[in-house]
């Protein structure tokens, strides 16, 4: 595994924890679902990137 990977891994890990906290731990903050939203858009676009370089990684 590279060392990007790995590092995305982790950046993933801390989305999902950000998103996971925003929607429990925020309750009654105005900045409640940008948090939510903004990691989870995070998350959601290192699986498509890693997802990406798979495909490329098998096809070469």
Known sequence: ????SKILELI???LIGGTIY????????PLRW???W????????IIA??????KKKQAS
Do not use: Q
Request: hydrophobic share 45%; net charge neutral.
């Open 1 to 4: 595994m590279s060392s990007v």
């Open 12 to 14: 993933g890990y801390a």
């Open 22 to 29: 925003s929607f429990l731990g925020m309750n009654g903050d």
């Open 34 to 36: 940008p948090v939510f």
């Open 38 to 45: 903004g990691c989870a858009g995070g998350a959601l676009a």
């Open 49 to 54: 990137y890693n997802s990406v370089m798979r």
